[in-house]
T-cell receptor, first 116, second 110 residues
Framework: NAGVMQNPRHLVRRRGQEARLRCSPMKGHSHVYWYRQLPEEGLKFMVYLQKENIIDESGMPKERFSAEFPKEGPSILRIQQVVRGDSAAYFC??????????????FGPGTRLTVL | RKEVEQDPGPFNVPEGATVAFNCTYSNSASQSFFWYRQDCRKEPKLLMSVYSSGNEDGRFTAQLNRASQYISLLIRDSKLSDSATYLCVVDDNQGGKLIFGQGTELSVKP
């Protein structure tokens, strides 16, 4: 049973380009969460998605960031017009059960984004 | 005030030492509490859940005091392999969102 998969593992972009980060949850998991870890800081929640629905995007920056989890395929975190401050590790997690009946979130290996 | 606050590190201890990490959280409605471990900025991995009655897993003991909104982790007989950053994590009681502390780095020396 493969774990949470993220790709690419490392991504380098120049300022103003777009970054697309992909996350495939564990088999049987339909809940996906994205977290960001800035250098020397803890993980910060960004967004919580279920298939075709955004449940909680309270941690997403208001501009340039979007996320989706389509019916088919991986979840995508998209950052438009990247700036140096977007350089961070972006972790995806998945869980099996809905919130309320808390289930462990399993984390992927992360995508390390570097903006030049 | 930070939502989850941990002891600032790093902790440098010799092998065999006992080390304790402390954590406080601000949301009294939080229902689920955890300690995660993160190695060299790899992905966080669940170390243990924390229950009001306290729980133990081998050399690791976790305690929760809801009245004080305080969580602790005790590591006995520390090993070199325990060197990592320990993350105190709580849920926000509004969904699946986890709130992470900034982490406390532990370095166990021979």
């Amino acid at each position: 049973n493969a774990g949470v998969m993220q790709n690419p593992r490392h991504l380098v972009r120049r300022r103003g380009q777009e970054a697309r980060l992909r996350c495939s949850p564990m088999k049987g998991h339909s809940h996906v969460y994205w977290y960001r870890q800035l250098p020397e800081e803890g993980l910060k929640f960004m967004v919580y998605l279920q298939k075709e629905n955004i449940i909680d995007e309270s941690g997403m920056p208001k501009e340039r960031f979007s996320a989706e989890f389509p019916k088919e395929g991986p979840s995508i975190l998209r950052i438009q017009q990247v700036v140096r401050g977007d350089s961070a590790a972006y972790f995806c997690a998945s869980s099996r059960l809905a919130s309320g009946s808390f289930d462990e979130q399993f984390f992927g290996p992360g995508t390390r984004l570097t903006v030049l | 005030r930070k939502e989850v606050e941990q002891d600032p590190g790093p902790f440098n201890v010799p092998e065999g030492a006992t080390v304790a990490f402390n954590c406080t959280y601000s949301n009294s409605a939080s229902q689920s509490f955890f300690w995660y471990r993160q190695d060299c900025r790899k992905e966080p991995k669940l170390l243990m859940s924390v229950y009001s009655s306290g729980n133990e897993d081998g050399r690791f003991t976790a305690q929760l005091n809801r009245a004080s909104q305080y969580i602790s982790l005790l590591i006995r007989d520390s090993k070199l392999s325990d060197s990592a950053t320990y993350l105190c994590v709580v849920d926000d009681n509004q969904g699946g969102k986890l709130i992470f502390g900034q982490g406390t780095e532990l370095s166990v020396k021979p």
